[in-house]
DNA sequence: CCAACTACTTTGCTATGCATGGTAGTATTT
DNA sequence: AAATACTACCATGCATAGCAAAGTAGTTGG
């Protein structure tokens, strides 16, 4: 229902829980899934893209549970990148809560 | 930039600058645009979808400043819909501080 | 060996915001 | 009176990101 909402915000959220440690993308799919309702088909092309333009690296590491798994690592384009988005939506989500403000009254 | 994030928002920030008064169009651009970074190329569009979908009634008045001005009037639907979009803002907005937190420590 | 789960990928659709350009009335400046 | 700026509205076509749906394949447990 709110799939405008999650416009942009998943990358952020992909590249901040990327920062303490690698991930695989499966793990990704279900540790966001806690919070927002998303796919894997919205998670995988986005992977792509982060790769594609420079802010994950990747490499593969069999499982003892299941298939190969392939971790990604933030880059530190990525890190600048993680930051910059950070502050972005800052800005942005405390702009919406003031606009907003104003109909709660 | 943040053009993604935009997405979605802009309908619950314009609903909710109606609930206590009409407002024109024009207005409303200008109201927005000190928050956020908008076009009327956004609001005009987006204006009439909320009308279609009959969230929002107009009528039109005479300026002594300009041209006519079309105001745009909260119906009792629209107010229902402002209410939903308000809750899910709420929540989505909270999911996504949660997650990102991950991130800052 | 079959079901359930893990794990990754691709294709085509949709919605929303935006750039761009257009029309026209009013006010201000020269 | 002409030129400029501002108010006010509208329409067209594009880009982007999320999603549904479907597929491939390895692993584990009964």
Do not use: N
């Not at 971790?71 to 907003?100: I, Q």
């Amino acid at each position: 229902m709110d799939t405008q909402f999650r416009k942009g915000v998943l990358e952020p959220c992909v590249l901040a829980l990327l920062r303490r440690r690698p991930r695989y993308g499966y793990e990704l799919v279900q540790e966001i899934r806690k919070s927002l309702d998303i796919t894997e088909g919205t998670v995988y092309p986005l992977l792509r893209r982060l790769k594609d333009e420079g802010y994950v690296e990747t490499f593969l590491k069999e499982s003892s549970e299941g298939p190969t798994r392939k971790y990604y690592t933030l880059t530190p384009r990525g890190k600048e990148r993680l930051a910059s988005l950070l502050g972005a939506w800052d800005v942005f989500s405390r702009s919406v809560d003031a606009l907003l403000k104003e109909a709660r009254r």
